[in-house]
């Protein structure tokens, strides 16, 4: 019987690749931000599972607004639609993937989709499929559904 790597198992269990070292960073960076400037607003979750139906979709953050998640009793998978999902690029993933994802999610109910190109030092964002607002590693981000600024 084969034996599968750490790296495809995580994969596999996530349907996206394993994060680099840029990716854990401004992932981290976002979280903190977000959890900072808008703790009274938002849960911030990283890595969760959230299932659109029966398929499931685990966004690098997902935010959701204060009581909006039911916090008395611990699930591996949720079915609650979060406010806002963020999806880093990776080192050596198709920006597609985070393109189809980008449809997925809104479909699903998320206001707001936020993709990250570490390598352009880019966060795109997004409220409808063919409409986005670019931010630069010097801008402020803002993000008016939300009601979120953040300077990058």
């Not at 790296?7 to 854990?24: C, G, M, S, T, V």
């Not at 903190?32 to 299932?51: S, T």
């Not at 609650?80 to 690029?89: D, K, R, S």
Request: charge should be negative; glycine fraction near 4%.
């Amino acid at each position: 019987m084969e034996t599968l790597q750490p790296q495809l198992i995580y994969e596999q269990e996530r349907n996206k690749p394993l994060p680099d070292k840029f990716h854990a960073f401004i992932q981290q960076q976002l979280l903190f931000l977000i959890k900072l400037a808008y703790r009274d607003r938002f849960e911030v979750l990283p890595e969760l599972n959230i299932l659109f139906g029966e398929e499931k979709n685990v966004p690098d953050l997902a935010l959701f607004e204060k009581g909006q998640l039911d916090l008395t009793y611990n699930e591996t998978n949720i079915a609650e639609i979060p406010v806002g999902a963020i999806e880093i690029l990776s080192g050596q993933q198709p920006i597609q993937e985070l393109v189809i994802k980008l449809e997925r999610y809104l479909n699903a109910g998320v206001k707001s989709y936020w993709l990250v190109v570490p390598d352009l030092r880019s966060i795109y964002v997004y409220h409808h499929r063919n409409d986005s607002n670019i931010f630069g590693s010097n801008d402020v981000l803002v993000d008016e559904v939300l009601g979120i600024e953040l300077e990058l």
